[in-house]
């Protein structure tokens, strides 16, 4: 009974997020062409609309990827994504920052596509000082073939977390105090692509791509990065924007959740998802990372 109306009551944060999320949206948005470049399969990214809707196609010669044209350290990004319809099996589309380099950190929201009618699975990883296997999937509760959705990564140093259309699915928090690498030191880029993964992506790679359902399209529109530090290379200091007042606990630096997200985050966690490292005794039998066994302590 107790667990059944806080199901509702948390289903209606859920909502609620939601609408927060698309009453903050902004109209138009800015041009995609203003801050990415189309680093691969160039042919295959086209802009509409002035550059504020790109589409990443996958065909059987290539797929395509956008590199943001700054770096950042540290940021709230987020990015209105509508995937693939129809049969998408074998795709990845994917949204994600990445630092690159020897010793990389990267945070990921990779859609592994299906086919037809069946769902999609978001999978979520986090590498930091090259560690990733971190791996979290979940199913979404809307389809995210027939709209345009907002995802977002937030990253300050406490924590990065991962939100749907305002809603946190995951959080990584920055547990170097305990040895777990946390990435703070060394600037991203922004990514957005689509590419072909059809020896693990659909059904553990049991379902291979339909080329002849070729090519494959994913719409992305409404970058924002005004919640973000643009990293001005190594001398000069980054030049952070939006809401932040440095010393503010409501500002995007300090942002951590509070304890409605972390309900909201575990009634996601309940219902939604479908794989989590943290839990799989398979792969660790003796013990988890050591980020899955600290207790989570302040929220
Ligand atoms: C695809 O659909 C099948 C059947 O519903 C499901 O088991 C699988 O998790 C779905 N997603 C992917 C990416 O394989």
């Known amino acids: 009974m107790l667990r059944g109306s806080l199901w509702w009551l948390l289903a209606v944060a859920v909502a609620l997020a939601a609408t927060r999320a698309a009453a903050a949206m902004k109209t138009g948005g800015q041009s995609l062409h203003r801050d990415f470049d189309a680093v691969w399969g160039k042919r295959n990214a086209r802009f509409f609309d002035d550059g504020r809707v790109v589409e990443l196609a996958l065909d059987r010669e290539t797929g395509s990827r956008l590199e943001s044209k700054d770096r950042y350290l540290f940021g709230r990004f987020d990015l209105d994504i509508r995937l693939v319809a129809g049969e998408s099996a074998g795709t990845i589309t994917s949204f994600y920052i990445c630092t ?3 010793r990389h950190d990267e945070v990921d929201f990779e859609f ?3 086919v037809s009618g069946e769902p999609y699975i978001l999978h979520t990883n986090i590498f930091s000082d ?4 971190r791996e979290q999937q979940f199913v979404l509760w809307f389809d995210p073939t027939a709209d345009f959705h907002t995802y977002s990564i937030l990253w ?3 924590n990065i977390i991962l939100y749907i259309d305002g809603t946190p699915i995951r959080v990584f928090k920055n547990n170097e105090a305990n040895g777990v690498p946390f990435p703070t030191r060394q600037p991203v880029h922004v990514f957005a692509s689509i590419w072909n993964a ?5 059904q553990g790679g049991r379902v291979k791509t339909d080329w002849s359902e070729a090519p494959f399209v994913a719409a992305y529109r409404r970058f924002d990065a005004t919640s973000a530090c643009v990293w001005q290379g190594g001398a000069s200091p980054t030049r952070c924007g939006g809401d932040h007042l440095p010393s ?3 500002s995007w630096m300090a942002q951590r959740l509070d304890w409605w997200s972390w309900m909201t985050l575990n009634w996601v966690r309940m219902n939604y998802m ?3 490292y943290c839990a799989d005794r398979k792969r660790y039998p003796h013990a988890f990372p050591t980020e899955c066994i600290i207790p989570i302590g302040r929220i």
Do not use: H, Q, V
């Not at 059809?198 to 659909?202: K, S």
């Open 248 to 250: 503010s606990a409501s």
């Open 198 to 202: 059809e020896e693990w992506a659909t």
């Open 274 to 276: 479908t794989y989590d």
């Open 112 to 114: 592994l596509g299906n």
């Open 100 to 102: 690159g380099g020897a």
């Open 156 to 158: 300050n140093p406490l």
């Open 130 to 133: 090259d560690k990733g296997e």
